[in-house]
């Protein structure tokens, strides 16, 4: 099976990012991935004229932590959208399943709670060099194709 690469997106099927207010809640843990995430994130929503000022960039210890963390800034910033990134990376323990299976559940949770959308950028890889791939490497950056989801769910809620 090919692996699709997202990040080479088509930019004129990109609405409008101006004038959006959004937040990015970032995982701490395994850092070297999340903060090239969150990078990736950042420079696309100013690449689509999201201005500065309404980025708003909190940070958890883990990405368990991503749950909660979406819920204190969509209280503290009301943005139109959030991107929760996160990397969690198999490791000796059951750790590696819990915690994807409890993130995954818990942000799909606030998709139906919150009135805004609570994008889903975080890696559930193998191993870190997986992870790099998916991180501004051979397999584009998942915080860039975050910040394109995020910017075409605001986009369908205000049409
Ligand atoms: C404990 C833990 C482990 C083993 N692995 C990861 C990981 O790969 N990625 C990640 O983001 N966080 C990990 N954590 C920390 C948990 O997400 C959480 O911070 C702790 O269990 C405390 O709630």
Do not use: C
């Amino acid at each position: 099976m090919a692996t699709k690469n997202l990040s080479d997106y088509d930019i004129s099927k990109v609405p409008s990012a101006t004038g959006i207010k959004v937040a990015i809640v970032v995982a701490e843990w395994n850092f070297d991935i999340t903060s090239a995430l969150r990078d990736g994130a950042v420079e696309t929503l100013l690449k689509h004229g999201v201005n500065e000022k309404d980025i708003f960039v909190e940070y958890v210890p883990g990405s368990f932590e991503l749950i909660h963390g979406s819920k204190v800034v969509y209280e503290k910033y009301s943005p139109d959208g959030i991107i929760a990134i996160g990397a969690v990376i198999r490791g000796e323990t059951p750790h590696f399943d819990f915690i994807s299976q409890g993130v995954t559940y818990g942000i799909a949770r606030l998709n139906v709670e919150l009135d805004v959308p609570v994008i889903f950028s975080v890696l559930t890889t193998n191993n870190k060099e997986q992870a790099f791939d998916r991180a501004g490497g051979r397999l584009g950056n998942k915080g860039t194709e975050g910040a394109i989801t995020l910017i075409k769910m605001i986009s369908l809620a205000k049409k």
